[in-house]
């Protein structure tokens, strides 16, 4: 296992700047998630870890060898990828004991790796089947079990659960989760989700348009995210946002309504800023402490109750453990937790922190 250090990465693809500066350090052992919008560059960043894709600038060490111009196959890394990579016309047995093949390894030690791997993943009962009489979800686990035998410093997962089901996608991510606490393998995953990042990761890095936005454990980035665009993109459903300007310690906004003012962010009177509460901290409260708005739409889930709203005309989500039978064109009356709330600046983005 090895720690890795990326060090002010650049990438072009031509003219256009694809990377700009990133540098993020993944301890040994590690389980760090890459998300961020399509587009972002977080596939190209792991790519070029795995050396599939040049360095235009910076650094990438692996322990403690930079790896810039090193071919893939010395790094010592192992990769799953999105459509699973698998030999056809190979069997599973032949699919995870490929590179160690290549690799000129002794029929006892091959067998030795395999049958791990295989106990590891429950693939016994696959060994002699062909990709093609596979499902997904088994086709993924042959995936990561020709990583495993492998024995690599560092495991790199390129979207791998994105052509799954969402039922399998949960029962997969779950296993990645639990291969990860067995095996310790220093290990990087890009996603869009960033449900599997929050459930996933010991340290999520946050990528928009070739930059880092913000790196931390995935509470970190929920609890206190460093910008709008991080707290409206960690969190399931999304955070809430209403325009308004700081008036008389409580945040105005645009049709006369006033919120409390985030018991742990600071702003200048006057200043605009948008105001921002996540669906699970708003509650329902009395004419007198809440803010009137129109029930638009009740969505019931069993578990919980998502209600959306408006509030000076901006749509609201709220959700509520508790089961409420309110009707569309129903007035009540909602208060975000201010202890839970944000601040942002309305022109940077950036949140105000106390």
Request: hydrophobic share 40%; charged share 20%.
């Amino acid at each position: 296992m090895a720690s890795v250090k990326i060090d002010d990465v650049q990438k072009y693809f031509g003219k256009t700047h694809i990377i700009k500066g990133v540098s993020v350090d993944i301890a040994d052992g590690e389980f760090c998630v890459l998300v961020g919008p399509s587009g972002c560059g977080k596939s190209t960043l792991l790519r070029m870890i795995a050396g599939l894709e040049e360095i235009s600038g910076g650094d990438i060490s692996i322990g403690a060898k930079v790896v810039n111009k090193m071919p893939p196959k010395e790094r010592d890394i192992a990769m799953v990828f999105q459509n699973y990579a698998l030999y056809p016309h190979m069997t599973v047995r032949d699919n995870m004991a490929f590179s160690l093949m290549l690799a000129k390894k002794d029929k006892a030690s091959i067998d030795a790796s395999l049958a791990k791997a295989a106990d590891i993943l429950g693939l016994n009962a696959l060994m002699d089947r062909y990709p093609r009489q596979l499902s997904g979800g088994q086709r993924q686990r042959v995936a990561m079990g020709r990583a495993i035998v492998r024995d690599s410093q560092v495991f790199l997962f390129d979207e791998p659960l994105s052509n799954l089901d969402a039922q399998l996608r949960v029962a997969m991510r779950t296993e990645i989760k639990a291969l990860h606490q067995r095996l310790k393998t220093t290990s990087i995953y890009v996603t869009h989700d960033q449900i599997e990042a929050m459930t996933m990761a010991d340290k999520i890095v946050v990528m928009r348009d070739g930059l880092v936005e913000q790196t931390g454990s995935p509470l970190e980035l929920y609890d206190r995210p460093a910008n709008r665009f991080v707290a409206g993109f960690i969190g399931s459903p999304a955070m809430n946002f209403l325009p308004g300007v700081v008036q008389g310690g409580h945040v105005a906004l645009s049709d006369g309504s006033q919120l409390p003012m985030p018991a742990h962010a600071r702003a200048s009177e006057g200043q605009k800023v948008i105001y921002g509460t996540r669906p699970e901290h708003i509650e329902i409260a009395s004419q007198a402490d809440g803010v009137a708005t129109q029930v638009l739409l009740v969505e019931p889930t069993g578990a919980e109750t998502q209600v959306f709203t408006q509030i000076a005309g901006v749509d609201v989500n709220s959700v509520f453990r508790e089961r409420h039978t309110f009707s569309p064109g129903q007035t009540i009356y909602l208060r975000p937790d201010a202890q839970r709330a944000h601040l942002f600046d309305a022109d940077s983005g950036k949140r105000l922190a106390a």
